[in-house]
């Protein structure tokens, strides 16, 4: 059956490399918004125990975010109130929106490739030809869903205790979070140190097969990522926020960018609603 959890790893590469590429260079609020949904259906199919529990930190933050741009960035021509003689303005508001959204879409993909590109596919990927790379970035991209666990553990020790500061204790469960990150990395450096980690040969003890399904679903993730960038890149990397919100003319090319653009999100979705079908016929048929 094919899902993201089974699909050889080079083709969830090609998947994620566009998506988190879109995800990080289109500012129009339409698709930052379409991606920030697409990016949890994402989780909740590929890791959602985790997405769960980081629900309430995840928009915390983003909040935090969009509501903290304006205090700084003055720009924009619609005024909603002032403080202290400073402009808080909706320009700045929508700016701070639209750079949480693009924040949290990444933390969600992210957190997706750390799920489905374990330790050994990275290293089926680019340990023989780049070792000391492939340890760092699988370090890196395991830093996500390592964060998700830890801060669910901290909240669920969290809930037992009588606090009123919700803020406060949101921002001490990310500390220990962060404590917990930095000891474990210098543990594992010291473990693949011992482990006599660049000393030997480079070997690999995972192997992979590119199926038929693995090709079509390549060509398919080709073709869409193709016409997303030819469709909508200029619609979606020209919108302006500030000093006046002036969003691009979407034309036919745009419109048809945008159903390719969310066809490309939702395939983890497709995927995994597809394979549920087929089990549960499966099922049906013993």
């Known amino acids: 059956m094919l899902t993201f959890f089974t699909i050889n790893p080079f083709t969830a590469i090609a998947f994620f490399i566009p998506v988190i590429v879109f995800s990080m260079v289109f500012m129009h609020p339409a698709y930052v918004a379409v991606n920030v949904?697409?990016?949890f259906g994402a989780c909740m199919v590929l890791t959602r125990k985790e997405t769960l529990a980081s629900l309430k930190f995840t928009f915390m933050f983003a909040a935090a975010i969009a509501l903290a741009n304006p205090?700084?960035?003055t720009k924009g021509e619609t005024m909603?109130?002032?403080?202290f003689g400073r402009n808080y303005t909706l320009q700045a508001l929508v700016y701070g929106l639209v750079m949480a959204g693009i924040l949290v879409s990444c933390i969600n993909w992210f957190s997706c490739l750390g799920k489905i590109i374990t330790n050994d596919k990275f290293i089926y990927i680019m340990g023989g030809r780049l070792p000391n790379l492939c340890a760092m970035l699988s370090m890196v991209i395991s830093l996500v869903p390592f964060f998700q666990t830890k801060l669910?553990?901290?909240?669920r020790v969290q809930s037992t205790v009588i606090n009123k500061d919700k803020t406060g204790g949101a921002f001490r469960a990310l500390n220990v979070a962060t404590a917990y990150a930095f000891e474990h990395a210098v543990n594992l450096s010291v473990s693949m140190k011992n482990r006599g980690f660049g000393t030997g040969a480079k070997t690999q003890y995972a192997r992979y097969r590119i199926r038929r399904s693995d090709v079509a679903l390549m060509a398919v993730i080709a073709?869409?990522?193709?016409?997303t960038a030819a469709g909508c890149f200029t619609a979606a990397t020209g919108a302006q926020i500030i000093p006046r919100i002036?969003?691009?003319?979407?034309?036919?090319a745009e419109i048809i960018g945008m159903i390719c653009y969310i066809s490309l999100l939702s395939l983890p979705v497709i995927t995994t609603v597809i394979e549920e079908i087929q089990w549960r016929y499966l099922k049906s048929k013993i």
């Open 37 to 39: 949904l697409l990016s």
């Open 71 to 73: 205090l700084f960035n």
């Open 80 to 83: 909603l109130f002032t403080y």
């Open 152 to 155: 669910a553990e901290i909240s």
């Open 223 to 227: 073709a869409l990522s193709a016409a």
């Open 246 to 252: 002036v969003l691009p003319d979407g034309g036919v």
